[in-house]
């Protein structure tokens, strides 16, 4: 190679690395393993790292659990607790002030294909993941196998709260930093789930809770010091002559000293089966009609798992699954809105594998952290499945997915796809202008969309066959989408 040649490409190469730059910065981690690893619940720690519980499924169905800490380059380290004839299931987990890590779950008997965990377990770790103490704590025996989750207030305490979802059966533990339990009550109240905890200013916590009357669609609990269920607030079944169902699962949480945000979803009696957020005072009174993110696929299905997290309420973010099956692989979806309900950006995310998200959490520098697993039933082992991590900018949601490198970012939903009379179309984008393709390339439709997240064209006058769909927003940015009609 002569010197001239050289020159060349020395040269391209120099414009390669000033022209090209890296667009898109979401950094994901998966953790592959021969088992079904699921990441729960993710908290921050006082030093900056994140810890978070697992369970661990194997394909002979042992169960156990354990602790993930990892930090924003994403370099982890795991506890699992061995596997043996007892089952762990470790649920929740939080951060005490001397920076420990206190985890709360069950044990019991594994049974082979379930278990009977009849057992409270609090697990104790210092912030490298050794064993400081573990304590357990034997439940009543209408207790099966119940859900549990927990709390530390501002003022230090830490609650467990215990849902035994068969008999609606409650109960609540006062838990010491040392995983000590201070105080204990057993409820046997009827009503369903406990969805969610959050801070109650006036000394113990609220519960976002499902149903706690058969004639109530959710509501919020107050449990006092005591560990009394207090009053409960009943949310309404409609909203300025609409009817919601606002519970089974979601988030609450503070605004500011009188305003917190609820996050949960519509069903059925809903105009959408979307994703529903809400402004609620301190007297659990509605500020708002529901703000709809809506999901990707047809509006009988449910999204899974709805939360808000925020450190700037200009840059909330909210995330959310569809249940996937046997039969095809589902993303998950991410927006950022801002506290006066405004959608600043929505995408479609995961790829080519069914992702669960458990736990979004934001971050000091304006990103986010979203937890989870992701299983591929395609690969005919359905106790395989991997542990997840996502972090995100702001721009990995907001700006455009022209702007990015990932092939599996959209900015827009066409649902339900395949279609037939009509195509919805969700985006954030603004000034988006539609044009329909059909297989010989000439234009069949052309449409200005409104500004508003959802819009609807109507293609009942198209015949049956496979479309082109171009989108193209009021920054000139192009999207192209496939679309069947049947």
Known sequence: MNNAMKEIILLLVVLLMVSVKPLYSQRELVINTDDDLTLKNVRLDNKGDFVAVFSRDSANYNFTGGVIKFNESLEYQMYSLPFDTAYYLLQDIVVTDDNNYLIAGTVGENIGYWVLNHTIYLLLMDENLNIIAENFYELPEQYTNPYLKMLKNTDGKIYVTIDEPSNFLKGTLEVSSNADIIKDKMNYNTGHGIINLFQNSNGGFYIFRENPVPWARAGITAVDTNLNFDTTYLFPMTINGISYDLGHRGSCKWLNDSTYMLCSYGSMESPTDDIYIYKINDKHEFLTEPFIIGNEYEDELVP???????????????AAFMEPNMYFRTTYYAAVINEDLELLGYKICGGDYNTYIKSVLALENGGCLMIGWQRDYHAGNPQDGDAYIAIFSPDDIITSAAETTNPYDSDYMLYPNPGSDQLNIQTARQGVIVQIFDQTGRMVVQQKLNDEFRNVIFTGNL????????LTDKEGFVENIKWLKQ
Request: hydrophobic share 30%; with cysteine.
């Open 463 to 470: 015949p049956v066959g496979l479309y082109h769909c171009r």
């Open 304 to 318: 899974q798992y709805q939360s808000i997290s925020w450190i700037d309420p200009q840059k909330m973010y909210v």
